[in-house]
């Protein structure tokens, strides 16, 4: 069974960092992306950031250069650190997971991929 358990949400000032973590537990694919999506109420999904097996990474214009998503296979965690916060970065972040043949930064961005498996949710809010 498949889980993806996330961590690390909280309440932090504008320009505050959070480092997301995303704990993955029985997923075996060899050719994935996992991917870290945000909803804010009243908002769509959007997605963040995506990475695949071989590190290739892919990041929405809205935090380019201030959140790197990055992963440890011998923990099977995915992260998500969080730098120069904004108060539009406020969502339930979720992170996500693909199998995929090739990797495509748009698709696994964008959730064109089979996204199968998805964590509950968690809460970052940031204030003015």
């Known amino acids: 069974q498949v889980q993806l358990v996330e961590s690390g949400g909280g309440s932090v000032q504008a320009g505050g960092s959070l480092r997301l973590s995303c704990a993955a537990s029985g997923y075996t694919k060899k050719s994935y992306c996992m991917s870290w999506f945000r909803q804010a109420p009243g908002e769509e999904r959007e997605g963040v950031a995506s990475i695949d097996a071989d590190d290739n990474t892919a990041y929405a214009d809205s935090v380019k250069g201030r959140f790197t998503i990055s992963k440890d296979d011998a923990e099977n965690t995915l992260y998500l650190q969080m730098n120069s916060l904004k108060p539009e970065d406020s969502a339930m972040y979720y992170c996500?997971?693909?199998?995929?043949?090739?990797?495509?930064?748009?698709?696994?961005?964008?959730?064109?991929?089979?996204?199968?498996?998805w964590g509950q949710g968690t809460q970052v809010t940031v204030s003015s």
């Open positions: 996500a997971a693909a199998e995929i043949r090739l990797w495509s930064g748009d698709v696994c961005l964008e959730g064109r991929a089979d996204f199968a498996y």
